[in-house]
């Protein structure tokens, strides 16, 4: 069965500091995965994902993600925090070939000034 | 650009009611998805729609029923509410197809309380 982890219920760093967010994969195949933000009382957005190719994925607001096949995870980062950045992560892997989605249990990050 | 909207955007419901979730989009996608979130669970699937004409079961559909009315709506219903059903329900929409397209787009949401 394909599932996605996220170890990490949540997050502190401070402003300017360098942020991770964790998230590891299990499926079958290769592997379709996204990042999505989700702001209080906002429906989920799109951040990145990773398809093929470059290990490293640039996104939206500055994050990127590092796909490592070998440790099977897709950790989100951002070299610099601000405090906009407070929000609660999804990691997702795409389920078979019906194009669903298959979320982590997410990640609050709190960003602090 | 509205996207994918919504409606209602809240709902208190008692035990046994019931109430249909509406969803539209605007972006000519062929796939729509409902989801439901509670705490600590992230999202999972209720049922989606691949395009238009097709519905199919997700990961916790019991108690729930969809309608792809056309390309634009799906709409989720309760029959019967319960409180076990009390949760925030995001609709979502994606172009379908190959894989590598399945970026999903998502409405604010319907808070549900059912008492």
């Known amino acids: 069965a394909q599932s996605v982890a996220q170890p990490e219920d949540q997050v502190n760093v401070a402003e300017g500091n360098p942020l991770t967010v964790k998230c590891t994969y299990s499926v079958s195949g290769n592997p379709y995965l996204f990042w999505y933000v989700q702001y209080p009382n906002r429906g989920l957005q799109f951040l990145l994902k990773?398809?093929?190719?470059?290990?490293l994925v640039k996104g939206s607001y500055g994050f990127e993600a590092e796909f490592n096949k070998s440790q099977t995870s897709f950790h989100l980062k951002k070299p610099s925090a601000l405090v906009s950045d407070s929000a609660l992560y999804f990691c997702a892997v795409i389920a078979g070939n019906t194009g669903k989605l298959i979320f982590g249990q997410g990640t609050t990050l709190q960003v602090k000034p | 650009n509205a996207g994918v909207t919504q409606t209602p955007k809240f709902q208190v419901l008692k035990t046994g009611q019931s109430m249909t979730l509406q969803c539209a989009q605007d972006m000519n996608h062929n796939s729509m998805y409902w989801y439901r979130q509670d705490p600590g669970m992230g999202l999972r699937l209720i049922y989606y729609s691949a395009s238009e004409g097709t519905t199919d079961k997700g990961e916790v559909p019991n108690g729930y029923n969809v309608s792809r009315l056309n390309k634009r709506e799906f709409s989720l219903r309760l029959e019967s509410a319960a409180p076990s059903q009390t949760s925030v329900y995001f609709c979502?929409?994606?172009?379908?197809?190959?894989?590598?397209?399945?970026?999903?787009?998502f409405g604010a949401g319907t808070r549900l309380s059912v008492l």
């Open positions: 990773y398809i093929t190719g470059d290990n």
């Open positions: 979502a929409s994606s172009e379908g197809g190959a894989r590598a397209k399945n970026i999903q787009y």
